[in-house]
Each structure stands twice: as C-alpha cells, then as structure tokens.
C-alpha cells in the first residue's frame, strides 16, 4: 500500500516515522511545499520506502495529479485545506485522513447556540466517498482522534452516557524559548481565541474565550494544571456519534486544555493588539495577515522536538449510569 503524508511539519514529521515501521505499507510519500524540510524529514525516518515531493495544498488540480496511484492521503496541513484536499482525493481515487478540521468556519459569536457544526462541512461528503468505494477519516490524531477512542471505550462500559469531558494538560517548555508551540501556532492562536463550542442539554453553544478555568488533576508526572474550555473538534462529534449513533446519550461535552499564565497572557495580548486576524491588511504597501506574521515570528514546530521536556496527558472524563449506579471512568494516554 502507497501513502502519502501531506504536510511533514511538527505532527505530519511523527506521522511519517510511524508509518515507515508499519509493514502495511511499502510506500511513504513525503509532500510539502518546503522541499528542504521534507528532506530532513527524509533523512531522519531514514527509510529506502520514502520518497520526497513537492505539493501544494492550495492548488486541487495539482494534487489530484500528485495523488494517483496513492492509496491513501494523511492529511497533516492546516484545516482551512481540508475541503481541497477532499476533493483531490475524490478525483484520484485515493482514501483521506487528517487530523483536525476547520472549526473556524463557524462564526457563531459566544452566548449563541450553533445552528451547524465545522464538522458538518466534512462529514456530508460521505456519500460521495462511499459512491467512489472510498475511505474518509475525520481527526485521527492524538486529540482529536484517540480521545475520541478513549470516550467511546468508557461508553461501551456505561448503560448510559451523562456527561463526556476532554482533558488535554501538558508540564512541557522548550529550552532557550518562552513561548513556543509544539503545533502550528497559527491553529493555537485560533483555538483559543475563538469562543469554545460546548454541547449542553442537546444543544451546541458557544463560551466566551479562556471560560471555565479550573485546576484539574493530571496523572503523575503532570500533575495540577490550570485548564481553559477551548474550541475543539471533539465537543462537536462526540455527543453525535455515542449520543445518537451508538444510543447511549450525552447530556454534556466539552473540551478543556492547560495553559499557564504565561502563554493565557500572551494569547490574550495577541487577541487584544489584532495580531490574531487572519484576514490580509496593508502594511506600507505589502499584503500581510497579523496572525500569520506572530506564527512566523515563532520558532517552526518542527525543529523543536528534541529540546522539548517534560510530559503530557491527554484523556477523557465520561460518566453515566450502569446497572442504575452512577460511574466515571478516566481514561488517559502519557
């Protein structure tokens, strides 16, 4: 089998080193539109099944001639890409995987109940995948993705499902840096400065920014960390697929993650300077977006994975009933 890792940044280069180790696979495309980043990829994996291309993710009739003969694309750009990439798929014939969506399509303000999901603009084009005897796969990372398997585990257990709680808490720092994210930056900035979809009493609601904050306890080494509701994919399919699709109901779901003091109040001054815009503006006869100039002001992900220290935990809080009883199982990955 033949794949394809779009994108070998921070989590696309650990994708692409995994996927060498598996049998299943005698293939490993990796395409980006930085060429010498994708050979350093190369060089690490250090695998005579890899090959190196050059692909942009911006141009769909490029793609879908880079994708034939691919069995199966890993999607690993950021999600504003996500819909083109499908749609070169479709059109080569290969299977997709990414590891996030784009939950900034969704522009519901904080206080308002969403009237359709980000997930939704993915998730209709199931029956052209099925048509075209095609696998699609929704947010197959860590988290989305085996948070999501960790909640669906704990369901299995429970006669019925209550409530639904992601928990993702790190203690990391990467020497020689304050602030430096371990993923795109510009997804960073973008989750935590948009208000957080929450699913309440058969709803999807939004929360003002850095709501909700608590200390919650981590398994050993993290520890207690303080955690922030943020805008997350699995606040918005969880309580479909194990509510209605498996019947076993969910009265609430949400998403929180641990952010110190410092990077809350980095974000926050981001936010409140308009560094976080997205949208091209004129500075002094160039077309620049402001988030776009904080994330290149940052260190690359990429190259920070062997100064970065410490540990993580990412895992879900489910609780319902069994046998009448009330349960709660804490499921975790370190």
Known sequence: MKTMVLGVGAVGSVAAEALAHAEEFDQIVLAD????????????????????????????????????????????????????????????????????????????????????????????????????????????????????????????????VKEILVRDGDNGMVEGHKFAPLWSPETLIEEVLMPATIYKNGRYRKLPPFSGKELFEFPDPVGRLPIYNVDHEEAETLPTFIGEVLGKGCDYCDFKIALDDSYVEAIQ????????????????????????????????????????????????????????REVSYYSWIQ
């Open 33 to 160: 539109m930085n060429l010498e980043r994708a050979r350093k990829v190369e060089k690490k994996v250090s695998s005579d099944k890899v090959v190196v291309k050059k692909v942009d993710a911006s141009d769909v009739e490029g793609m879908a001639k880079a994708f034939k003969g691919i069995d199966l694309i890993l999607n690993g750009v950021i999600p504003r890409f996500n819909l083109g990439i499908m749609d070169a798929c479709l059109r080569a014939g290969s299977s997709y995987a990414d590891m996030a969506w784009d939950v900034a399509l969704d522009t519901t303000k904080a206080g308002e109940v969403i009237k359709e999901t980000p997930a939704w603009n993915q998730l209709r084009r199931d029956s052209e995948f099925k048509k075209a005897n095609l696998t699609a796969m929704m947010g197959l990372g860590c988290d989305p993705g085996v948070s999501n398997i960790l909640a669906r585990m704990a369901a299995d257990k429970l006669d019925k």
């Open 269 to 324: 001054m981001i936010g409140m300077l308009g560094l976080g815009n997205p949208v091209k503006i004129d500075v002094k006869g160039a077309k620049v977006a402001p988030r776009d100039v904080v994330a290149a002001c940052l260190p690359d992900p990429s190259t920070l994975g062997e100064r970065a220290k410490g540990d993580c935990a990412v895992g879900t809080v489910t609780k319902g009933l069994k046998d009448g």
